[in-house]
């Protein structure tokens, strides 16, 4: 996979049930607050982008999007 200009991520709120999956899979991204509320890292950098895709995969809402990767 390569990165792209910009790569981003994004959670739809519709989705997300705050499982938290995705903190364990990437604690540098995502953090469950205590008041209930995802909160996470909108860029990514190159070295994020393995964590965020690893992420993404894990959630079990399928609620997380990234944009910017190709799989060229
Ligand atoms: S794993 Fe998916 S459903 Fe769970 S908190 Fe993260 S984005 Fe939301």
Redesign the pocket.
């Known amino acids: 996979m390569k990165l792209r200009k910009r790569p981003r991520l994004s959670?739809?709120n519709e989705?997300?049930?705050?499982?938290?999956?995705?903190?364990?899979?990437a604690p540098g991204l995502?953090e469950?607050e205590r008041n209930g509320r995802?909160r996470?890292r909108s860029r990514l950098t190159e070295e994020d982008w393995e964590p965020a895709v690893a992420?993404?995969r894990?959630?079990?809402?399928?609620?997380?999007q990234i944009k910017g990767i190709s799989d060229e």
Not at 15 to 25: A, I
Not at 58 to 64: F, V
């Open positions: 959670v739809n989705r997300c049930e705050l499982f938290g999956t995705c903190q364990w899979e995502f469950l995802l996470y992420a993404a894990s959630c079990p809402m399928q609620a997380i």
